[in-house]
């Protein structure tokens, strides 16, 4: 079975400084897509940046950038010049190509100090 | 257009009571998913339609009873539930599976077991 893993209950980033979150994963399969899922306090769970497995390169989104090892299934998250908007629980996430669930880590709560 | 929309976004109900909550998308999703979420918990996977029928029920208590009218809506009948069962209950929809596509949440339905 698949499984998500983030150690880091909790960090916390001076605002304008850069912050990365970290995930790993376990699986056997090939095919697989990962993503990082931000939920403010408000609760909706907002896509925050996606990577496919086959893609080597790494997906950037603005600010956002991950640095996926697959050899070493681990898939971070960098968030440059944090904002004060940035503060919120961030999921990583995996999904199967071969079926509709995606499985989530235990989150990482990320605090930015004004 | 990615939404998701929720209704209602607060429920409170009796242990004896009959309530729903539902759950619309107009993407032409054809994957529609059901959360349920915790405090500081991950989202867990409750139910999965694909193409308006019933294709993953991860164990959920029958109290719980999923309904999917048509490729737009899905419903979460709610019966006898317990104190345990408040909650945020998330809906979700993505293109069908095997391409590994966002899932896109809804701003959810927090619900109080009294």
């Known amino acids: 079975a698949q499984t998500v893993t983030q150690s880091q209950p909790e960090m916390s980033v001076q605002e304008a400084e850069t912050v990365t979150l970290s995930c790993t994963y376990d699986?056997?399969?090939?095919?697989?897509?990962l993503f990082w899922y931000k939920q403010p306090p408000s609760r909706q769970m907002i896509l925050v940046i996606r990577?496919?497995?086959?893609?080597?390169q790494n997906a950037t989104e603005n600010r956002f950038s991950v640095n996926f090892q697959k050899a070493a299934k681990s898939f971070s998250l960098k968030i440059s010049d944090s904002q004060l908007g940035d503060a919120a629980m961030y999921f990583c996430?995996?999904?199967?190509?071969?079926?509709?669930?995606?499985?989530f880590g235990k989150g990482t709560r990320l605090h930015i100090l004004p | 257009d990615t939404e998701v929309t929720q209704t209602p976004k607060h429920l409170v109900m009796g242990m004896t009571n009959k309530k729903s909550l539902k759950c619309e998308q107009h993407?032409?999703?054809?994957?529609m998913y059901w959360y349920k979420q915790k405090a500081k918990k991950p989202p867990e996977l409750m139910f999965v339609y694909s193409y308006e029928k019933l294709s993953i029920n991860e164990s959920v208590p029958s109290r719980f009873s999923p309904e999917c009218p048509n490729s737009s809506l899905l419903n979460l009948h709610l019966h006898a539930l317990q104190p345990e069962d408040s909650a945020l209950y998330l809906c979700a929809s993505s293109q069908i599976t095997s391409s590994g596509n966002t899932i896109y949440f809804g701003e959810g339905s927090w619900l109080t077991v009294v």
């Open positions: 699986t056997s399969e090939s095919d697989y897509y």
């Open positions: 993407m032409g999703h054809r994957a």
């Open positions: 990577q496919e497995a086959y893609k080597q």
């Open positions: 996430a995996y999904r199967s190509g071969r079926d509709d669930k995606i499985i």
